[in-house]
């Protein structure tokens, strides 16, 4: 409630002040307050799930992909991030709760435009392999050395100044929690990819 409160009244404030109507440039940067607290609230809610152990779910990684891929375009403008996608039609569900995947999905994501810091290019892609659905979000922004590569998927360890480095290593727990897996590929000058190993769901009785 300490983190929560605050952030609510936060983006509150940012929505009322949205419909006083004021000029284009204020409207995107309170549009951006809004964006980011509900990105806050995610972490929030990702952090205690991961606390407490999730519960099991089937999500269906096309359409979940879609959605956060479309919240995300308005960034990738702004940013000048051009986007190449390779999804699949017809992937089958995967053994995840939604909720957890998208947060999940959508940490990745925002990982991959900081990285950039500007013009450049992020990869979506998702195919079907034996019994499980890879999903790998790929950049070519700087990359890490393989000191680094392997430091970060370790808890609070991070390069991001005022950073927690918790994203990554709450997701990969997650996932294996799961059943599933995480993967960090990353080369200087190279750019970076994550890859999500998510087992196919049982079909319903």
């Not at 404030?13 to 990105?39: F, K, N, Y």
């Not at 879609?66 to 569900?93: F, K």
């Not at 918790?166 to 750019?191: C, F, N, V, W």
Request: glycine share 12%; aromatic share 2%; with cysteine.
């Amino acid at each position: 409630h300490g983190l929560r409160n605050p952030l609510a009244s936060i983006r509150s404030s940012a929505e009322l002040a949205i419909d006083w109507r004021e000029g284009p440039e204020v409207q995107e940067l309170l549009r951006d307050i809004v964006a980011q607290t509900d990105r806050l609230e995610g972490w929030i809610r990702q952090y205690l799930t991961a606390a407490r152990g999730e519960p099991e779910g089937r999500s269906e990684p096309g359409p979940l992909l879609e959605r956060c891929l479309a919240e995300l375009a308005p960034l990738l403008e702004r940013h000048g991030i051009a986007l190449e996608r390779r999804i699949d039609p017809d992937l089958p569900a995967v053994r995840m709760n939604p909720v957890l995947l998208a947060q999940v999905v959508n940490g990745i994501l925002a990982n991959a435009v900081e990285a950039l810091q500007g013009p450049g290019r992020i990869r979506v892609a998702a195919r079907r392999e034996r019994g499980r659905v890879l999903l790998e979000i790929a950049d070519d922004g700087p990359g890490m050395s393989a000191q680094e590569a392997a430091r970060a998927l370790d808890p609070f360890v991070t390069g991001k100044p005022g950073g927690l480095g918790l994203g990554l290593p709450l997701a990969k727990a997650a996932l294996e929690r799961q059943g599933g897996t995480l993967a960090l590929a990353s080369r200087p000058g190279r750019g970076t990819s994550v890859t999500l190993g998510l087992l196919v769901a049982e079909e319903p009785a």
